[in-house]
């Protein structure tokens, strides 16, 4: 009879431990380097064939780089090197590179943005968003103005 109060005490104490707020994941940092393969989505202003690829982030601080080959193979490539930034809040970050180029058909202005966030400490889902125009080409011209979308799932590797 003596044990029923330390019973109700614990019983008081589990319930009052069960109605807590849980804690927060500790995914770890999206600093390190990711791979996998991003799947193509359909987008009613993308022109030309889907190109899947594999990608490889490399996340340091500020900074990424960003690197792709064709999904059958082959060596890595840098894309657009030294031009990705990073933003980022808790485990969520946008990796983004913005420019402009001239070509022999005129004023091009391009944006890359990964959206990012970790799903477990050593996987990341990953969307990647691509928009093109082709300033001095006219509408009447397929690659014009374009996007292109890919998502997927990267793992850590370092």
């Not at 894309?79 to 402009?100: C, D, H, S, T, Y």
């Amino acid at each position: 009879m003596k044990s029923l109060p330390l019973r109700l005490l614990l019983v008081a104490f589990a319930i009052i431990v069960a109605a807590l707020p849980a804690r927060a994941q500790d995914l770890g940092t999206l600093d390190g380097t990711w791979e996998g393969n991003l799947v193509v989505v359909a987008l009613p202003n993308a022109t030309g064939p889907p190109h899947p690829f594999t990608i490889r982030i490399v996340i340091d601080g500020a900074n990424a780089r960003v690197f792709t080959h064709a999904t059958s193979g082959g060596p890595f490539h840098e894309v657009k090197p030294g031009v990705f930034r990073v933003a980022r809040l808790g485990p969520n970050g946008v990796i983004i590179a913005m420019e402009q180029g001239q070509d022999d058909e005129g004023t091009w202005v391009e944006t890359w943005t990964y959206t990012v966030t970790l799903k477990q400490p050593d996987t990341l889902i990953a969307n990647f968003y691509r928009v093109v125009n082709n300033v001095n080409l006219p509408l009447t011209v397929d690659h014009s103005k374009f996007s292109e979308a890919q998502a997927g799932e990267l793992t850590r590797t370092k």
